[in-house]
């Protein structure tokens, strides 16, 4: 099974932009669908995005299309997360997340891998 370790949170203006990186190990990382989701306090964990195998389909929640990106880089077992124009209802705990079998799924509980999550905080 692959583990996964976030990082690239942190403090940011509105409007302003982070990207969130996740390093897998352990599986063959370029068989798995990955994905990001987001869990702000009190709230249930949501997806954000994801991508294909090799990176040419991507999805997005429709709260963040447009705004950020998903990219993957199958060579160096890595997965980004480029965040555009952040806003402050974008703060959350940001979570990498893989699943070993075929199909593209926007809930958690289709992923079997995840990592300890990366706090970004957007200030008003």
């Known amino acids: 099974q692959v583990q996964l370790v976030e990082s690239g949170g942190g403090l940011v203006q509105a409007g302003g932009s982070l990207r969130l990186s996740c390093a897998a190990s352990?599986?063959?990382?370029?068989?798995?669908?990955m994905a990001w989701f987001r869990q702000a306090p009190g709230k249930e964990r949501e997806f954000v995005a994801l991508?294909?195998?090799?990176?040419?389909?991507?999805s997005y929640a429709d709260s963040v299309k447009g705004r950020f990106t998903i990219s993957r880089d199958n060579v160096k077992n890595m997965v980004y997360l480029q965040m555009n124009s952040l806003k402050p209802e974008d703060t959350a705990v940001y979570y990498c997340?893989?699943?070993?079998?075929?199909?593209?799924?926007?809930?958690?509980?289709?992923?079997?891998?995840w990592g300890q999550g990366t706090q970004v905080t957007v200030s008003s």
């Open positions: 997340a893989a699943r070993g079998r075929g199909g593209y799924y926007r809930a958690a509980a289709e992923y079997g891998s």
């Open positions: 352990g599986g063959t990382f370029g068989m798995y669908v």
């Open positions: 991508a294909s195998w090799n990176g040419g389909s991507t």
